[in-house]
């Protein structure tokens, strides 16, 4: 079983969590806790898959074999119940190039498409970037969680959007959508035409009592293109290998040009191995891993509770990611930062990175050692303690 307690100095490998701190941070000495990767050692089956294929001594241009697709429908299969064709698929480098491509080739300068904040930064600039008009149905939070605001989600389809973006499950707010409401989306979307771009990279990721519903496996007669990846799920991030999979093929015509257009290559020698690897052989890492966040979680849950209450951890239904509520503590988002960063020593990513709803909120990467955890929220307990000191 995979020792998920022990320590790797990731400093050596070029990780951005590890080696971009100066840059982000300001500073280099801050326990990183914030970019979505793991600092946990991949499933063996990967490791050994990788080295087994550095072992041959060329690394020319390559191709996506059948087997690869295979390993992934049958994970598709077994853990989502969702039979996906292999034509349905269209390999892409990430899930961010992904949408950027299904936005292009779907809609056209100056369209309006829908965007749930607080969310992923780059579901922000998605559309930005590509010229379209954002419409922000922020969620609210309702019942101690975040909920979707489907009356505003409806005037905003009823605006004429073309697109939807939906983050499932929610990073940052680690909301596992309801199939009852992935049901009332699917049908504004019916009657309003809206096609759906659905970001499920973080599926596998889901704590006991909760059940992530791959949205196209609800319905045949609203647009989805869903996006996934094994990358979060099995710690492969950096290989950049991710799937749209869409039942139409005119949609899939369109992105597969974008992607032409583009000049891109989809993968490379290592990205495939590792990809189909972790689809095959890592059902029982991952088991393993969601138990040791599941008791992270908790215990960082009765931390907070026991001794820096002032703060609320919004519970992650899926996602590694908990999502801090500090706006009792009644400071400003730059000196939320810089209390997080220069007193406690720890480097989170803003709530408001997510978007102004995001305002007074931390978002915190539990994906490490469960002792890295314990003594960072400790650490931040004790710069609280000299703050209310003085
Ligand atoms: C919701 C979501 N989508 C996409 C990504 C990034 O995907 P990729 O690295 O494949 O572009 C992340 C990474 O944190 C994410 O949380």
């Given at each position: 079983?995979?020792?998920?307690?022990?320590?790797?100095?990731?400093?050596?490998?070029?990780?951005?969590k590890?080696?971009?701190?100066?840059?982000?941070?300001?500073?280099?000495?801050?326990?990183?806790?914030?970019?979505?990767?793991?600092?946990?050692?991949v499933?063996?089956?990967?490791?050994?898959?990788?080295?087994?294929?550095?072992?041959?001594?060329?690394?020319?241009?390559?191709?996506?074999?059948?087997?690869?697709?295979?390993?992934m429908?049958?994970?598709?299969?077994?853990?989502?119940?969702?039979?996906?064709?292999?034509?349905?698929?269209?390999?892409c480098?990430?899930?961010?190039?992904?949408?950027?491509?299904?936005?292009?080739?779907?809609?056209?300068?100056?369209?309006?498409?829908?965007?749930?904040?607080?969310?992923?930064?780059?579901?922000?600039?998605?559309?930005?970037?590509?010229?379209?008009?954002?419409?922000?149905?922020?969620?609210?939070?309702?019942?101690?969680?975040y909920?979707?605001?489907?009356?505003?989600?409806?005037?905003c389809a009823?605006q004429?959007?073309?697109?939807?973006?939906?983050?499932?499950?929610?990073?940052?707010?680690?909301?596992?959508?309801?199939?009852?409401?992935?049901?009332?989306?699917?049908?504004?979307?019916?009657?309003?035409?809206?096609?759906?771009?659905?970001?499920?990279i973080?599926?596998?990721?889901?704590?006991?009592?909760?059940?992530?519903?791959?949205l196209?496996?609800?319905?045949?007669?609203?647009?989805?293109?869903?996006?996934?990846?094994?990358?979060?799920?099995?710690?492969?991030a950096?290989?950049?290998?991710?799937?749209?999979v869409?039942?139409?093929?005119?949609?899939?015509?369109?992105?597969?040009?974008?992607?032409?257009?583009?000049?891109?290559?989809?993968?490379?020698?290592?990205?495939?191995?590792?990809?189909?690897?972790?689809?095959?052989?890592?059902?029982?890492?991952?088991?393993?891993?969601?138990?040791?966040?599941?008791?992270?979680?908790?215990?960082?849950?009765?931390?907070?509770?026991?001794?820096?209450?002032?703060?609320?951890?919004?519970?992650?239904?899926?996602?590694?990611?908990?999502?801090?509520?500090?706006?009792?503590?009644?400071?400003?988002?730059?000196?939320?930062?810089?209390?997080?960063?220069?007193?406690?020593?720890?480097?989170?990513?803003?709530?408001?990175?997510?978007?102004?709803?995001?305002?007074?909120?931390?978002?915190?990467?539990?994906?490490?050692?469960?002792?890295?955890?314990?003594k960072?929220?400790?650490?931040?307990?004790?710069?609280?303690?000299?703050?209310?000191?003085?």
């Amino acid at each position: 079983m995979t020792n998920f307690d022990q320590i790797i100095d990731r400093t050596t490998s070029d990780s951005v969590k590890y080696d971009a701190r100066k840059a982000v941070f300001g500073r280099e000495d801050v326990t990183p806790l914030w970019v979505a990767d793991m600092d946990f050692p991949v499933p063996d089956a990967v490791s050994k898959a990788l080295i087994e294929r550095a072992k041959h001594p060329v690394f020319g241009y390559t191709l996506h074999s059948d087997s690869m697709f295979e390993a992934m429908q049958d994970w598709f299969l077994k853990r989502h119940n969702w039979v996906i064709a292999q034509k349905e698929i269209i390999m892409c480098p990430g899930v961010v190039p992904s949408m950027h491509a299904a936005i292009l080739a779907l809609s056209e300068p100056g369209d309006k498409v829908i965007v749930q904040p607080p969310v992923y930064p780059p579901f922000f600039s998605a559309v930005t970037e590509t010229k379209r008009e954002l419409l922000l149905n922020p969620l609210v939070i309702k019942d101690k969680q975040y909920q979707i605001d489907f009356d505003h989600l409806e005037q905003c389809a009823a605006q004429g959007a073309k697109l939807l973006l939906l983050c499932s499950p929610h990073n940052p707010v680690g909301r596992v959508w309801l199939n009852e409401e992935l049901e009332k989306l699917l049908d504004i979307a019916r009657r309003y035409d809206l096609i759906i771009i659905s970001d499920e990279i973080h599926a596998d990721l889901v704590f006991p009592h909760y059940q992530h519903t791959a949205l196209a496996t609800l319905t045949d007669d609203v647009s989805i293109v869903s996006v996934v990846s094994p990358s979060k799920t099995f710690n492969i991030a950096g290989l950049g290998l991710s799937c749209l999979v869409s039942k139409n093929i005119e949609h899939r015509k369109a992105i597969k040009k974008v992607f032409e257009e583009w000049h891109m290559s989809a993968c490379n020698p290592f990205s495939i191995v590792a990809f189909e690897a972790a689809y095959r052989n890592g059902a029982d890492w991952l088991d393993d891993l969601m138990e040791y966040l599941a008791q992270t979680k908790l215990d960082v849950e009765a931390f907070f509770e026991k001794n820096l209450p002032a703060i609320k951890v919004f519970e992650a239904q899926g996602t590694y990611l908990l999502w801090l509520d500090c706006r009792s503590l009644n400071m400003t988002d730059s000196e939320l930062k810089s209390f997080f960063i220069d007193k406690a020593k720890l480097g989170l990513n803003t709530g408001l990175s997510f978007g102004e709803s995001g305002s007074g909120f931390m978002r915190l990467n539990i994906a490490a050692p469960r002792v890295v955890i314990m003594k960072a929220l400790n650490d931040l307990k004790l710069a609280f303690d000299k703050r209310t000191s003085v």
